[in-house]
């Protein structure tokens, strides 16, 4: 397997299926772990970062699960290749800074990577599309549980697990749900939910992750602390929140439906005309017209359009990877070009 092979495969979390996958995109469940006696990342010296990163290496290596999967040493991997990763969603932009003694494994589904050296000796990430938690941490515990049998990892008997930022110390765990939220985004609802979500002490991002805005009407929602709580608890608050933002998502729609169809309609139709004939489109815009075609799809206004293949568009019309299809380097105008044709070439079938 070779970080090209992604190209040409659908990752786990852009098919479009699982539990209420008309709303939620995808699930993902993030463990953080640090071995016992050995500094952080950021306190550790290059000695200790190449010594915990070989020790790593070995142990992901004999895991049976992670058995076929990639892995990749960061200072030879390009920085065109390094942002491909973020936007696939298998590496955080943090990573990819300073990549000296850090490390990514990635399956050859794209449900598990694994990044070494981070914030964290290790960062374990399940991706799994809908909203399925549930497979997502009997995957999450199974790795983790075997790779406890090859690390000993930091522990405290009264704090639980140890991390580098206070916020993840206990299990060690985080949980994000992303959802496609344009109906309360129309309905000038989200801002109304957001705020209530805030006060059950959960967090909301956009569609990259901390420090993003969200873009497409795409909202990524989890968990803030991971201490005072087991997992189970923690799967079960997230769930009880993700089902409530569901729900409210579906009202929303139906009454989009009831009673502004035909202003739904032509925000749909307007959004499908302009992606069949532009020739030249931004980032920006193809969210925000990808959005309208996928809630089209959703609601059956238009029903030629896969929803895998919308999906898809969003990720493979971002910057490295027009620049990975064409293989060269784009400038801005040349990838507006390219990621218009590729939209006309897919949605023109």
């Known amino acids: ?96 800074i300073k990549p000296e003694n850090k490390a990514i494994l990635i399956s050859p589904e794209e449900i598990v990577s694994i990044m070494v050296n981070e914030e964290d000796h290790l960062r374990i990430q399940i991706m799994k599309s809908g909203f399925d938690l549930r497979e997502a941490w009997n995957i999450i515990n199974n790795i983790d549980t075997t790779l406890s049998k090859k690390i000993r990892f930091a522990f405290s008997g009264e704090f639980g697990y140890l991390t580098a930022c206070p916020t993840n110390v206990g299990t060690g765990m985080r949980g994000s749900v992303m959802l496609h939220l344009p109906a309360l985004v129309m309905t000038k609802q989200i801002n109304k939910v957001l705020a209530a979500i805030a006060k059950l002490s959960f967090t909301t991002r956009g569609l990259y992750g901390e420090g993003t805005q969200s873009a497409g009407n795409f909202f990524q929602i989890s968990n803030q602390v991971s201490l005072g709580a087991n997992e189970e608890e923690i799967l079960e608050n997230i769930k009880g929140i993700i089902r409530q933002v569901i729900e409210q998502e579906n009202m929303a729609r139906a009454a989009l439906m009831k009673n502004n169809r035909n202003i739904l309609e032509d925000r749909v139709f307007r959004s499908f005309g302009i992606l069949k004939s532009a020739y030249i489109i931004d980032s920006a815009e193809t969210i925000e017209m990808l959005s309208m075609l996928r809630l089209g799809q959703d609601l059956g206004i238009i029903k030629e359009l896969d929803r895998t293949m919308i999906n898809e568009l969003l990720i493979l019309t971002q910057p490295a990877h027009l620049q990975k299809i064409e293989g060269k380097k784009l400038s801005t105008q040349e990838r507006d070009v390219k990621r218009a044709a590729l939209i006309r070439s897919r949605i023109g079938k």
């Open 1 to 96: 397997m070779k970080l090209d092979d992604l190209l040409k495969q659908a990752s786990e979390w852009l098919k479009g299926t699982g539990p209420n996958s008309d709303i939620v995109f995808s699930s993902r469940l993030r463990l953080a772990r640090n071995l016992e006696k050995v500094p952080f990342p950021h306190w550790a010296n290059k000695k200790q970062g190449a010594e915990t990163l070989e020790r790593i290496r070995k142990a992901l290596t004999q895991n049976d699960y992670l058995k076929n999967s990639m892995f990749l040493r960061l200072s030879d991997v390009s920085p065109l290749d390094k942002q491909f990763l973020i936007e696939r969603h298998l590496m955080s932009r943090e990573h990819a």
